[in-house]
């Protein structure tokens, strides 16, 4: 299996150069050349994820060295479980997925330590320290530092909004210290977004420093995202005898897009239904043909606060033509005040505590019509209620437990180094480290 650049069909590498680089030297962002074709009927079963996870991945490994470590690298990042929660109290067959139950209590766990356990077994071109660059609007960067953290042969930055994400997120992004620096920039996500892409074509800095991303723009990042699809939905196939459908709060597309993956490999999963926050990027494509990233504005969902999400364009690649990509997919916005409404209605009515993000897919699902909820849905909850205490708690009138590992991150001082929106900050940064 070979890895292309979206913006040159004529670049291509294996899956560990794809992985290690991150983004292609164009500034395109990696994709298969083609997808593989599963057979449900021939796949493990849903109960081991890490012997699942291996048999998906297994042939975009093919050809590549990584092929012979897939079960240890699985073993090793899928070891939390996944639960898929039935709601009883719905109007229909509904579930949840909960993708919370990793060390950072985000769905952003299974990539960032897929990423780290391949990394790990890549060979690099020479015996510098490898550096993680990654911007982050909220759980990734907490998920990539914790997956990097004490690594001997790797140095994590992480560029974060400054005031733009939950107090929890914030001590999640701040409290590591030794080989990992957590930059406080003075700007939006897609400023930080910005800064690791400008980061990634500065032939002076590449020179100087060995980069490689963790951010979703790594295709190293979506391909263990599937996994957790395949197992809802060979599980819910199985029980029910359809093809579930789900609904994905997302931002920077990258959820959303492997789940496309996954269902266009032949995985039993119906209608997707992307739910953004009030950046309206994606859904304001799917009505005109016309895209026009902006500035992204501040949400309650900050880790969906997203003007010009770089998934879109491997979503474009793979469905170039707009008639039909409207066909694959559709998206709802949702307010802040409908957020709220959310999570205060479905706490009482449903017995489920969401956090904002997930509260943008329960709202989707409650706008169907009763015909559109009779099919069996499944919402993606991305993130522990926890985690954003200060939104959630006033709105359901009493505290949400705070998982254990979560509290321990809680616990420890934060670290962090406030910069402005430039890409001459980041690079004194990056050789300050590298020196």
């Known amino acids: 299996m070979r890895f292309e650049s979206t913006r040159d069909s004529k670049h291509e590498v294996g899956l560990s150069e794809a992985i290690s680089r991150g983004l292609a030297p164009d500034g395109g962002l990696y994709v298969p050349e083609r997808l593989p074709q599963f057979d449900p009927a021939q796949m493990p079963g849903a109960e081991d994820l890490s012997e699942l996870a291996a048999c998906l991945i297994a042939p975009f490994a093919q050809g590549d060295a990584l092929a012979t470590h897939l079960d240890e690298i699985t073993a090793d ?35 960032a330590r897929f990423l780290a356990a391949s990394l790990q077994r890549i060979a690099r071109p020479d015996s510098r320290r490898l550096t993680i660059l990654v911007a982050t609007s909220g759980d990734t960067g907490g998920a990539v530092a914790a997956a990097f953290y004490d690594r001997p042969w790797v140095d994590v930055v992480v560029l974060y909004p400054k005031g733009r994400v939950s107090a929890r997120q914030e001590k999640q992004l701040a409290c590591w210290g030794r080989n990992v620096q957590t930059l406080s920039v003075d700007g939006t996500f897609d400023d930080c977004q910005r800064l690791v892409k400008q980061a990634f074509v500065d032939t002076g800095l590449n020179e100087a420093v060995l980069l490689s991303s963790a951010n979703s723009i790594n295709v190293g990042r979506l391909l263990p995202q599937m996994v957790y699809y395949a197992k809802a939905s060979l599980e819910l196939a199985q029980q029910d005898g359809q093809a579930p459908n789900f609904i994905v709060p997302t931002g920077n597309l990258g959820n959303a897009l492997a789940c496309i993956w996954a269902r266009e490999a032949g995985l039993p999963i119906g209608k997707i239904v992307l739910a953004t926050n009030e950046n309206q990027s994606v859904p304001d494509f799917l009505d005109s043909g016309e895209w026009t990233p902006r500035p992204s504005v501040a949400t309650l969902a900050s880790a ?18 707009w008639s039909r990509l409207r066909q694959q997919v559709t998206a709802v916005t949702v307010s802040d005040a409908e957020i709220r409404e959310t999570i205060r209605k479905d706490h009482e009515g449903l017995g ?44 359901i009138g009493e505290p949400v437990p705070v998982p254990t590992a979560l509290a321990e991150l809680l616990a420890k001082p934060s670290l962090q180094t406030e910069v402005p929106a430039s890409l001459g900050a980041l690079r004194q940064v990056l050789l300050e480290r590298a020196a």
């Open 77 to 111: 990042a899928f070891n939390f479980s996944v639960p898929i929660v039935e709601l009883d109290r719905a109007s229909g067959p509904l579930s949840v997925l909960e993708l919370f139950h990793g060390p950072t209590a985000a769905f952003k766990d299974f990539g």
């Open 304 to 321: 969906m606060d997203v003007g010009n999400p770089s998934n879109m364009e491997r979503l474009r690649w793979l469905f170039p033509d």
């Open 352 to 395: 489920q505590t969401w956090c904002p993000h997930t509260a943008t897919a329960a709202f989707a699902y409650s706008r169907m019509s009763p015909q559109r909820r009779a099919e069996r849905w499944v919402l993606v909850a991305t993130a522990h209620p926890a985690k954003f205490n200060d939104i959630v708690e006033p709105l």
